[in-house]
């Protein structure tokens, strides 16, 4: 059976491109550079308005790790509330303490918000910077949590892919294991043959030329090299490839 496919976007346009591509679900975000923040209630509004895609927006106030502050936190809240009301089908969050444990107070506040307005629930990759992913699993289970999205604590899902083997064995029929990270469609079928997930997360990312990022010696740059003129963007073409991948399993 081929796995669901989930694209991160960053934009309507990133949106589009992965509906264009096959995609039934994306992961919304704002600022993918920064590693995805919360999206605008206007741009989820938009892909529900426009495109057949299930979204699960993001609740990210910030770049850097995940322990918030009491300031950041009551901004997640808020937004929650807004990207739900403007029709994300779930909310993609993950709150951690210090020590690298979840933090459960702002989790089931978050998991209240979700629960409570009937969507998906979804454990970002805040999950692979915790000590013990097999506890953690059996907290967020306990929780609520709909979902965990990981690369089994690697930097890739290939890298990671035996302890997301491990926890899909072990927590599979309790929870789901979206494994995510360097996804494509070149290695989707040995990640889930070997793994058995049935859901994976990719971003199939492509490179846009504005020729008005660098000019007069001011500088906007998000990368370097031939991309420092360029935005990453999503490619239609890279998830119909993935997608296609995909059901040859």
């Known amino acids: 059976m081929s796995p669901v496919v989930e694209i991160c976007c960053g934009s309507y346009y990133d949106a589009k491109q992965a509906a264009l591509g096959g995609a039934g679900r994306v992961e919304l975000n704002g600022a993918l550079m920064l ?27 910030r770049g850097a790790g995940f322990c918030y502050l009491e300031e950041e936190f009551a901004v997640m809240k808020r937004e929650c509330v807004e990207v739900l009301e403007a029709g994300a089908d779930g909310i993609a969050f993950g709150c951690l303490l210090e020590d690298g ?10 998991l209240d918000i979700v629960k409570g307005m009937g969507r998906q629930a979804v454990f970002h990759r805040a999950f692979d ?3 013990d992913p097999f506890h953690t699993m059996e907290q967020l289970i306990g929780l609520g949590v709909d979902r965990v999205l990981t690369s089994g604590l690697k930097p890739t899902a290939m890298e990671g892919r035996y302890m997301i083997r491990q926890l899909q064995m072990m927590f599979g029929d309790r929870i789901q294991i979206l494994a995510g ?7 989707v079928r040995e990640l889930v043959e070997y793994t058995g997930v049935s859901q994976v997360h990719s971003s199939c990312k492509a490179w846009r030329k504005d020729p008005t990022t660098a000019r007069n010696g001011v500088s906007y740059s998000m990368a370097g090299g031939d991309k420092a003129m360029c935005y990453d963007v999503v490619s239609r073409e890279l998830v119909a490839e993935l997608i296609k991948r995909g059901k040859e399993l």
Request: aromatic residues 0%.
């Open 35 to 61: 590693g995805g923040l919360t999206p605008t209630a206007a741009t989820v509004a938009m892909v529900k308005e426009n495109l057949e895609l299930e979204v699960v927006a993001m609740a990210r106030p």
């Open 181 to 187: 990270s360097g996804v494509n469609g070149g290695n």
């Open 101 to 110: 444990s979840v933090d459960q107070e702002k989790t089931k506040g978050l």
């Open 129 to 131: 910077c915790v000590e």
